[in-house]
């Protein structure tokens, strides 16, 4: 599958520990993307790649989170300090690097907070 | 700011009947336009946008930008059309972030 593909795929934690979750994209695919999503709710944007480089932060990415793309390949995403409402599906999507290019999404990584 | 509405949480329709699932968007500017699809137990992915003006499974849709719409139509639906429908929306020659509804969930009865 050469696919956007995340890790884990669902994570269980009791409130206050910290997560971090992994995506690696479409090889070739300059831009990525997070996004939360939660029940009842469409995805929603938390921060965006070009290469390395950290272009976009939604408010929503409190100072408990972080993202990396070291090596403008794969992503993490940590969350500290987790809350009970840090509970959703949190998605990446890659996308080339023309612009009006479509995303490509993974199939997420869905956290419990205990 | 920009906002997508999809006004109804759940459509069921009867196979052959027709589809239509609404959006509106608010954008001060001229925003680029998305459905994307969500199959049961698979991952999100593009149906069709507006810019491509092309039908995809047999869905269309019509950016009116004077209602501010942009809602999906097929003539005949089909069983396997039964997923959840996000309409979304970018802005115009930016990269960045898809600002997405909350999302239809389309059940097609037999």
């Known amino acids: 599958d050469t696919g956007v593909s995340q890790d884990p795929r669902h994570k269980i934690t009791k409130r206050g520990q910290n997560v971090t979750f992994r995506c690696d994209p479409i090889s070739e695919h300059n831009r990525l993307y997070w996004y939360r999503q939660t029940l009842g709710q469409g995805p929603e944007f938390l921060t965006y790649f070009q290469n390395e480089a950290q272009l976009e932060k939604s408010r929503l990415l409190s100072d408990r989170f972080s993202a990396e793309r070291p090596k403008g390949s794969f992503s993490t995403l940590e969350i500290q300090r987790t809350e009970q409402g840090d509970s959703a599906m949190y998605l990446c999507a890659s996308s080339p690097p023309s612009i009006r290019e479509t995303q490509y999404f993974g199939p997420g990584t869905r956290l419990l907070v205990l | 700011a920009q906002r997508v509405t999809q006004p109804e949480k759940l459509l069921s329709v009867f196979k052959g009947a027709p589809v239509e699932l609404k959006c509106n968007y608010s954008?001060?500017?001229?925003?680029?336009l998305f459905w994307y699809v969500q199959y049961s137990r698979q991952r999100l992915q593009l149906l069709l946008r507006h810019i491509s003006r092309e039908s995809i499974k047999g869905f269309t849709a019509d950016l009116n930008k004077g209602e501010t719409s942009f809602h999906l139509k097929k003539p005949f639906a089909q069983e396997e059309d039964s997923a959840m429908y996000y309409c979304a929306l970018s802005e115009t020659n930016r990269d960045d972030k898809i600002i997405f509804g909350k999302g239809t969930r389309l059940h097609i009865l037999p």
């Open positions: 954008y001060s500017g001229s925003p680029e």
